[in-house]
């Protein structure tokens, strides 16, 4: 089993920014990617960013310009950069890996809550 555990959510004003982090542990042979996504009360969950194993990084078209995200092989952790965050950037942030071997094998975390104030 694969554990991931997202921290740095919070309360920001619209235009502030704000720093997530996601840390994998558990059976863990190697990480294929790492990625983040969100999910607003209500509203099906989005895709926002991913990270590859060679550092190959995809944006939402929403937050391209705005978030950043980055990865710590060593420590088995990805990391999200947000700038000029917008109200409409409030979600549940959910950090995601895949582990699979010969296949996509993804696991979610629980998600860290971003609230951005306007």
């Known amino acids: 089993q694969v554990q991931l555990v997202e921290s740095g959510g919070g309360l920001v004003q619209a235009g502030g920014s704000l720093g997530l982090s996601c840390a994998a542990s558990g059976s863990i042979f190697s990480i294929n990617a790492m990625g983040w996504y969100r999910q607003a009360p209500g509203k099906q969950r989005k895709f926002v960013a991913t990270?590859?194993?060679?550092?190959?990084?995809n944006y939402a078209d929403s937050v391209k310009g705005r978030f950043t995200i980055s990865r710590d092989s060593a420590k088995n952790t990805v990391y999200l950069q947000m700038l000029s965050l917008k109200p409409e950037d409030t979600a549940n942030y959910l950090c995601a890996a895949d582990v699979g071997r010969a296949r996509a094998d993804w696991y979610w975390g629980q998600g860290t809550q971003v609230t951005v104030s306007s």
């Open positions: 990270i590859n194993r060679v550092d190959g990084t």
